[in-house]
């Protein structure tokens, strides 16, 4: 996503991750990997169920996310979605640019 953020921007869509590590973790793996989009912590998963993205007992420490993106709107309405429950497979950015290019 990194690679990206100026087509992203670009489209007019602001990457955000959100996981269910702490603040810190989040802060320490944002600053490792260079990543200078928003990585959230949604430690009590509240937003992760809300979207069903919980996978119980799917981390080595306990529940995740499962892996998934998302297109939303400045309303708060998703306009696309990409689920896996594979950690691995992830939309491609170019995916994700093409499906904001569709919904225009």
Partial sequence: M???LAEF???GIQPVAISVDTPEESRDLSKKAG???PLLSDGNAETIRR???LHKGGGPYGD????AEFLVDRNGIVRWRN???DVIVRARP???LDAARQLR
Avoid: M, N, S
Avoid at 64 to 67: D, E, S
């Fill in 35 to 37: 990543y200078t989009f």
């Fill in 64 to 67: 995740v996310a499962r892996p």
């Fill in 94 to 96: 170019e995916q994700i």
């Fill in 51 to 53: 979207y069903d993205l």
């Fill in 9 to 11: 921007r670009a489209e």
């Fill in 2 to 4: 990194e690679k990206h």
């Fill in 83 to 85: 689920l896996t429950g």
